[in-house]
Structures are given as structure tokens and as C-alpha cells.
T-cell receptor, first 114, second 114 residues
Framework: DQQVKQNSPSLSVQEGRISILNCDYTNSMFDYFLWYKKYPAEGPTFLISISSIKDKNEDGRFTVFLNKSAKHLSLHIVPSQPGDSAVYFCAASGLGAGSYQLTFGKGTKLSVIP | EAGVAQSPRYKIIEKRQSVAFWCNPISGHATLYWYQQILGQGPKLLIQFQNNGVVDDSQLPKDRFSAERLKGVDSTLKIQPAKLEDSAVYLC????????????FGPGTRLTVT
């Protein structure tokens, strides 16, 4: 039973346009959410995060939106660049007292076309 | 600051053989994680260490997998005997300050069991 779902395995976007990656979760106990970016043959690298007490967090070209009632979050990349082409993982944390363990989705492969 | 180091980067073994992976976390990071990432899936937590003690190993298949973190620094993950379904990338991650959600990943070890 998947608690963090990324239903789009892949996404293609033109350079300069907006990329929107989506993530849904089922467990209302999750209280912190992160996005990781992964290039081939490398480990995931942290991109941006959001606490459940916020509905938006912005860092440069990257913005994460959280809709708690819908148990949904999204990552917006504006403008998209070819170097953004990678697999993006949504992760959630907060299960268990004092736990910072991450539960990951399956990932979405973003291709930014020049 | 040096990142998380892992070795070897690639390993091919036959089923029923044994294999060991090594991880050196970022200096000063007290928490260390081992993940298994099967092709097309997100990373799945196997075990979490805090210093040299195990915090959670509930998802570690203990009949064949073992892990240790002597002296609270380096860690090794062992599989004995390996099965075909153990083919995956094994990722090591570490985190620093107490209560930190952000994890830093190594490049991973790609294991192929034939």
C-alpha cells in the first residue's frame, strides 16, 4: 500500500515553460514534505521542502504548494531549463514520535526540451 | 564539505553468494540510513542508525540482510545469501542536526544478482 503517490511516471516540457509535478499522500500523520532530484548514476539531492503548517514555499525557480485537505502537493519549476531534466521524488515524513524517516513516491521523470 | 561516500559503485554476483556495501557519512552526521531502490520505485528504508545504535530496522529482511555501524561513523550492509530480487541500488544517506528532515545521499551501489 503506497502512502506517497506520484501518478505521472514522466513529463515533457518545453524550455522556458512551467513544469508542474504532482504528489498525493494518504496518511494524514505526515507533517513534512520534501522534493528530491536525481540524476542518473547519482544519489538523490534535496531540492525544497514544506511543513504542514504552510501552504507554499518558494526558493528561486522552485515553488512547492501544499493542499492538506486534498492531501496533495505540487512542485512548480519556472522557467524550466534543460538542466532540470531528472527524476523528481516526492517524500513525506512525520510517522512515529520523533521520527524523521522519509517515505518516497515512485518518482516522475522530467524532460525539458530545448 | 565531502559528501556521503559509498563503495563499491557496482557489483555483480550470483544468487546465493554474499556481498557487502560500505558507507562513510558526512563528517559529524549522527544519523545514517540505508535504502533499497528497485528499478522504477522510490527508495525504501531498510535501517536507520543514530550514532552506533539501531533506531529502526523493521523493514530489514533479517534472515539475509545485516548492517552495523561500528564507532558511530562508517557503516556496512551485508546480504547473505543474495536472491535475484535483491537486484537494486543500495543508497546510504546521513543527516546532521538532531531533528533534521533533510538527508544527504551517497551515489549508491548498483547490485545485480544473476
Amino acid at each position: 500500500d503506497q502512502q506517497v503517490k506520484q501518478n505521472s511516471p514522466s513529463l515533457s516540457v518545453q524550455e522556458g515553460r512551467i513544469s508542474i509535478l504532482n504528489c498525493d499522500y494518504t496518511n494524514s500523520m505526515f507533517d513534512y514534505f520534501l522534493w528530491y532530484k536525481k540524476y542518473p548514476a547519482e544519489g538523490p539531492t534535496f531540492l525544497i521542502s514544506i511543513s504542514s503548517i504552510k501552504d507554499k514555499n518558494e526558493d528561486g525557480r522552485f515553488t512547492v504548494f501544499l493542499n492538506k485537505s486534498a492531501k496533495h502537493l505540487s512542485l512548480h519549476i519556472v522557467p524550466s531549463q534543460p538542466g532540470d531534466s531528472a527524476v523528481y521524488f516526492c517524500a513525506a515524513s512525520g510517522l512515529g514520535a520523533g521520527s524523521y524517516q522519509l517515505t518516497f513516491g515512485k518518482g516522475t521523470k522530467l524532460s525539458v526540451i530545448p | 564539505e565531502a559528501g556521503v561516500a559509498q563503495s563499491p559503485r557496482y557489483k555483480i554476483i550470483e544468487k546465493r553468494q554474499s556481498v557487502a556495501f560500505w558507507c562513510n557519512p558526512i563528517s559529524g552526521h549522527a544519523t545514517l540510513y540505508w535504502y533499497q531502490q528497485i528499478l522504477g520505485q522510490g527508495p525504501k528504508l531498510l535501517i536507520q542508525f543514530q550514532n552506533n545504535g539501531v533506531v529502526d530496522d523493521s523493514q530489514l529482511p533479517k534472515d539475509r540482510f545485516s548492517a552495523e555501524r561500528l564507532k558511530g561513523v562508517d557503516s556496512t550492509l551485508k546480504i547473505q545469501p543474495a536472491k535475484l530480487e535483491d537486484s537494486a541500488v543500495y543508497l546510504c544517506a546521513s543527516s546532521g542536526a538532531s531533528g533534521s528532515y533533510e538527508q544527504y545521499f551517497g551515489p549508491g551501489t548498483r547490485l545485480t544478482v544473476t
